[in-house]
């Protein structure tokens, strides 16, 4: 079975700098979009950066100039480098692959366990 797996979240402080990296783990033929994913308490869960297979980046508004998004398509992983991060970037940080093949089944969306990042002010 498929699985994600993020690391990097922890305390930084604001203006600060912190790199998350998600894996997927599994027999894994192909994943079109490969992306990460926050939720800060009482709020709902927005898009942060999403990178295709073939290489197009979408960011967020409120990210676009400070955060990074970066995947090695031959090793299934995708990495978020933050950069200038602000008080308002507190959340927990989930990866997501949309569109996964595996040798048995073809999954629209998988998730991580998340980790969580805060920025102290």
């Known amino acids: 079975q498929v699985q994600l797996v993020e690391s990097g979240g922890e305390l930084v402080q604001a203006g600060g700098s912190l790199r998350l990296s998600c894996a997927a783990s599994?027999?894994?033929?192909?994943?079109?979009?490969m992306g990460w994913y926050r939720q800060a308490p009482g709020k709902q869960r927005e898009l942060v950066a999403t990178?295709?297979?073939?290489?197009?980046?979408n960011y967020a508004d409120s990210v676009k100039g400070r955060f990074t998004i970066s995947r090695d398509n031959a090793k299934n992983t995708v990495d978020l480098q933050m950069d200038s991060l602000e008080p308002e970037d507190t959340a927990v940080y989930y990866c997501?692959?949309?569109?996964?093949?595996?040798?048995?089944?073809?999954?629209?969306?998988?998730w991580g366990q998340g980790t969580q990042v805060t920025v102290s002010s």
């Open positions: 599994g027999i894994i033929f192909s994943i079109n979009t």
């Open positions: 997501n692959a949309a569109g996964v093949s595996t040798t048995q089944r073809y999954l629209h969306d998988l």
């Open positions: 990178a295709t297979y073939t290489g197009r980046r």
